[in-house]
T-cell receptor, first 112, second 116 residues
Framework: AQSVSQHNHHVILSEAASLELGCNYS??????LFWYVQYPGQHLQLLLK??????LVKGIKGFEAEFIKSKFSFNLRKPSVQWSDTAEYFC??????????FGKGTRLSVIA | DAGVIQSPRHEVTEMGQEVTLRCKPI?????LFWYRQTMMRGLELLIY????????DSGMPEDRFSAKMPNASFSTLKIQPSEPRDSAVYFC??????????????FGSGTRLTVV
């Protein structure tokens, strides 16, 4: 069964700093990859997804992620974070027809 | 579209009581998922349905948990009897079977359950 590892439990950044959140998955076959965001007190919302084609995926709010197949990674990046990016970020993988498997999440705190 | 609708938003109950959580998926979606979110374990898949049929309930923690989907527009997750360790946020999500890889899931707002 596939699994997802998110390396950072809690990241604290100042506004305008660059962000990179790590995500690694374990599965040898074809996968679909997702990043979800959960703002405080809200439900999960899709940030971006990869299913084929260009491994550099652009999502909403200036986020992007790069799929590196050889490293089984799908790291999330943003060049300059804002206070409003404070949230929890979940990486998820889907292999074949199985349901999404989520990582444990990374909490991002952006301070002024 | 109103999205995935869950009720209640918050539930506080005493240990031993029965709890029923409800979910209305997006119209036209034929896959429905129940997840539980806790600080310790993150998001765990409890059970999912395709076309109203339970496909995999291996994530249901104990026999105290049961889920039903009597029709395409409604699902329940029941805990009987409830215990304090069941306290968590329970999310329902839906998707179309064919669109899962392309579009992921749409999540409801969750039910925050507190068992005292």
């Amino acid at each position: 069964a596939q699994s997802v590892s998110q390396h950072n439990h809690h990241v604290i950044l100042s506004e305008a700093a660059s962000l990179e959140l790590g995500c690694n998955y374990s599965y040898g076959g074809t996968v679909n990859l997702f990043w979800y965001v959960q703002y405080p007190g809200q439900h999960l919302q899709l940030l971006l997804k990869y299913f084929s084609g260009d491994p550099l995926v652009k999502g909403i709010k200036g986020f992007e992620a790069e799929f590196i197949k050889s490293k089984f990674s799908f790291n999330l990046r943003k060049p300059s974070v804002q206070w409003s990016d404070t949230a929890e970020y979940f990486c998820a993988v889907r292999a074949g027809n199985t349901p999404l498997v989520f990582g444990k999440g990374t909490r991002l705190s952006v301070i002024a | 579209d109103a999205g995935v609708i869950q009720s209640p938003r918050h539930e506080v109950t005493e240990m031993g009581q029965e709890v029923t959580l409800r979910c209305k998926p997006i119209s036209g979606h034929n896959s429905l998922f129940w997840y539980r979110q806790t600080m310790m374990r993150g998001l765990e898949l409890l059970i999912y349905f395709n076309n109203n049929v339970p496909i995999d309930d291996s994530g249901m923690p104990e026999d105290r948990f049961s889920a039903k989907m009597p029709n395409a527009s409604f699902s329940t997750l029941k805990i009987q009897p409830s215990e304090p360790r069941d306290s968590a946020v329970y999310f329902c999500a839906s998707s179309s079977i064919r669109g899962q890889g392309n579009y992921g899931y749409t999540f409801g707002s969750g039910t925050r359950l507190t068992v005292v």
